[in-house]
């Protein structure tokens, strides 16, 4: 791959801006192993969490017409579980950034599994403050910016490695939140989760997902992404990535012209497979060539009127 | 959206018509024009309202008319009110899914079924069975002659071509008794197969794996795992670098070796963790 797409973010360096989604694929590790060997440039595993949890019933996932409803309930096997996982995949792809997402009921709890995971080998926590429906954790914090203030200073009190903060979209005022992180020490922010939403099916009258209400996946959501970073960018001081949407190399694209410096990938591996990464990262490679660009950090935020 | 993905949607069906096959075991029958032309080894995601959704192979695949039908063992809440449903009651679809049995050149074929495995493999045999030059040998095992599913509907379609039939009970109360890798090792010790089809306990299927081995014959084994997603995203079915969803449920005996350590030894919770066999 080519030098051109290769970044530095929050003192990570990425052979490309690619990344693998958190909640995709990331509860084992030969699965990130695929997603790294397919292309990703770094990689964000399932949401951990200090005791394991099992998540909601079925159906947790269904589709919409535009995108993907999931209300998994951040199943997991709790960070001592998972640890075998963090350690073997850092030993099988030393090169390739692996970021634990990491969720928790208190600040005590998002502190001792963020620890847990880097020193297990993590080289990034992206803290889960974001999760539109699990109760106590998540979005609940998220949309709060005095609580994900006190997340990100116990947290970055506890480990000495980069803090990624995953923002929520199901608030009035993105920014407030995202700076209250930032200056409580956050390195980086990702934007955005999931969109609060719902499907019912019209024969049964029942909703479709066991716990009724989940988050909003897919094509559908991007051009809120795009917003959303588009907003960031110009009122926030820390590296931002987007996500949400990003099915071809053209969203991903567009989502660094708003300024996000790397983007992440999920719901587009449902149809387009792992594939997705070489398939997104040949193309912005292609199109750095087309324009003239030396590095797709020249890229990042272009859109801005400045 | 690709064609898969579309059929990934959920539906709502009514279920047209129910069949008692064994004391614990019921086909239940719907219209769904995507089902109805699945693969065999294919299955869908089946969504008991206000229960819960569970993975089922397909059991009957007919485009001709237009249905199909998945056969469920009662094993818990959704299984249980699958169970008591009659027809014209609703149930939700999601697919086919995953990639079916493949179809192969080979003349001489074994097809193994333990339990509700034979769901899968019923359909496979009527596929297998009406091309030309195939001899179709069919092992199918029970814990007991009542439990023995597909029996006699296996029994009136092997006997229309060119095959043989035969069928293990754990206590002895109908055909062979003992297990039916037991009776795979022996045919396999004396006759050579092209391919070998099954489907079971992963118990089972691990020992058919071994006698595959051991014999050099081309397997085709159909696995279970716990399932949320269905469309490769969760990572809930995974076995080593595959997702059961979508790179099986039917995997070849060359898949199988490379993923040793973890088939026919754990499998994982819903919450990821390991759980032995």
């Not at chain 1, 075998?84 to 995949?89: A, D, S, V, Y």
């Not at chain 2, 179809?103 to 009406?130: D, F, Q, R, Y």
């Not at chain 2, 994982?268 to 963790?273: I, L, Q, S, T």
Request: glycine share 10%.
């Amino acid at each position: 791959m080519s030098k051109r797409l290769e970044i530095e973010i929050a003192g990570l360096k990425l052979q490309n801006p690619i990344m693998l989604a958190a909640g995709i694929l990331g509860l084992s590790r030969a699965l990130l192993i695929e997603a790294i060997d397919n292309g990703a440039g770094a990689v964000v595993t399932k949401s951990v969490g200090l005791q394991p949890k099992e998540g909601y019933n079925n159906p947790a996932v269904v589709h919409v017409n535009c995108g993907l409803l999931n209300a998994m309930g951040l199943p997991n096997p709790g960070i001592h579980e998972f640890v075998k996982e963090i350690r073997e995949l850092k030993e099988a792809r030393a090169h390739v950034p692996v970021i634990v997402s990491v969720y928790g009921f208190s600040v005590e709890e998002f502190a001792e599994t963020a620890r847990v995971a880097v020193s297990a080998g993590a080289n990034a926590v992206e803290l889960n403050v974001s999760c539109p429906h699990v109760k106590k954790t998540g979005a609940e914090i998220g949309q709060n910016a005095i609580l994900v203030s006190n997340v990100v200073k116990k947290v970055k009190a506890h480990i000495d490695k980069p803090v990624i903060v995953k923002l929520t979209p199901n608030v009035s005022d993105i920014v407030e939140v995202a700076k209250a992180g930032v200056e409580a020490g956050a390195d980086a922010v990702t934007a955005i989760n999931t969109l609060r939403a719902m499907s019912i099916d019209i024969e049964t009258a029942q909703p479709v997902l066991a716990n009724r209400i989940g988050g909003l996946s897919g094509s559908a959501i991007k051009p809120v992404a795009v917003r959303c970073v588009y907003e960031l960018y110009e009122s926030i001081n820390a590296p931002i990535i987007g996500c949400g949407g990003v099915t071809v190399w053209q969203d991903a694209v567009e989502l660094m012209l708003a300024g996000a410096s790397a983007v992440q990938i999920g719901t587009s591996i449902a149809s387009k497979g792992l594939r997705v990464f070489k398939s997104v990262t040949r193309g912005m490679d292609s199109f750095l060539k087309r324009k003239g660009f030396g590095s797709v950090k020249e890229i990042v935020g272009l859109s801005h009127c400045r | 959206m690709s064609a898969y993905l579309t059929a990934a949607k959920l539906r709502t069906v009514s279920i047209v018509n129910i069949k008692d096959e064994t004391p614990t075991i019921k086909t239940s029958f719907f219209h769904d024009r995507f089902a109805a032309n699945a693969a065999p080894g294919q299955f869908v995601m089946v969504w008991i309202p206000g229960i819960d959704e569970i993975p089922m192979s397909l059991s009957t695949i007919n485009p001709k008319e237009g249905f199909a039908a998945v056969t469920v063992k009662k094993v818990g809440d959704a299984t249980s009110k699958l169970h008591k449903m009659k027809a014209g009651d609703i149930i939700g679809i999601r697919g086919p899914l995953g990639n079916g049995y493949s179809l192969t050149e080979a003349h001489n074929i074994m097809i193994v079924g333990g339990g509700t495995g034979l769901a899968s493999l019923a359909p496979l045999t009527e596929k297998v069975g009406a091309q030309e030059n195939r001899k179709v040998t069919f092992l199918l095992g029970a814990e007991t002659r009542d439990e023995l599913l597909f029996l006699k509907r296996m029994n009136t379609y092997i006997s229309k071509i060119k095959g043989r039939i035969v069928a293990t009970t754990e206590d002895g109360s109908y055909g062979e008794k003992g297990l039916i890798t037991q009776l795979s090792n022996r045919l396999l010790s004396t006759e050579k197969f092209d391919v070998i089809y099954a489907c079971g306990p992963e118990k089972m299927l691990y020992k058919i794996f071994l006698l595959a081995e051991c014999y050099d014959v081309p397997l085709q084994a159909s696995l279970e795992r716990f399932m949320r997603c269905a469309i490769g995203l969760c990572g809930t079915c995974v076995i080593g670098k595959f997702r059961v969803c979508r790179d099986g449920p039917v995997f070849s005996g060359d898949q199988l070796r490379q993923v040793k350590k973890e088939f026919g030894h754990f499998r994982r919770g819903f919450d990821g963790r390991r759980t032995s066999l």
